[in-house]
């Protein structure tokens, strides 16, 4: 007898467990619910509208994100050597490479006339809205160092005619 109760628990267990599965990916199934359950908590998901940057995602909590002409286009990992005498910066990329920025990379080493972009860089919150602006004019890139393991663009530093803070 206590096997089946254990059985019946663990079938239990496992609906709840299911139960609360579905109600984070926003499924909805008609099944009854014993009157002894607890009562159903309502999940919100938050969808991007940027193009599909996900700022609460664990692998792109980063505090930065790169614009270029205005549209949202990857997070970078970090910004470092801001030379205004140079008129250079260093970007690390994040984990996940936009197809616009290496596009962007590619037109740069071509010497094509689409190199030159307003480049933004954005200071983040925990919310990923940004709260401080680096305006780069006519910036490209310069110079790319490429990752060991994969051979893509890591990190780029960038060239630029003008600079302001936003």
């Known amino acids: 007898m206590s ?3 254990g059985g019946r628990r663990a079938a239990r267990a496992a609906g709840a467990v299911s139960a609360v599965l579905l109600a984070l990916t926003g499924v909805v199934v008609g099944t009854a619910v014993p009157a002894t359950a607890a009562p159903a908590v309502a999940v919100r ?3 991007p509208d940027d193009g599909g940057l996900n700022p609460g995602d664990i692998l792109t909590g980063h505090n930065f994100i790169m614009q270029l002409d205005g549209q949202s286009v990857e997070y970078i990992a970090e910004v470092s050597g801001l030379d205004p005498d140079n008129h250079t910066v260093t970007l690390s990329r994040g984990l996940f490479h936009s197809p ?3 596009r962007w990379i590619d037109d740069a080493i071509a010497g094509r006339e689409g190199r030159l972009k307003n480049m933004t860089i954005g200071i983040c919150d925990y919310a990923g809205n940004i ?3 680096y305006n780069f004019g006519g910036a ?7 990752d060991n393991a994969t051979h893509e663009p890591s990190i ?3 060239r630029y ?3 302001n803070i936003g």
Do not use: M, S
């Open 100 to 102: 616009i920025v290496q």
């Open 161 to 163: 005619f003008t600079f």
């Open 3 to 5: 096997r089946f109760l």
């Open 45 to 47: 998901v938050a969808l």
């Open 140 to 146: 490209f890139v310069e110079k790319i160092v490429l």
């Open 156 to 158: 780029l530093t960038v």
């Open 131 to 133: 709260v401080k602006r």
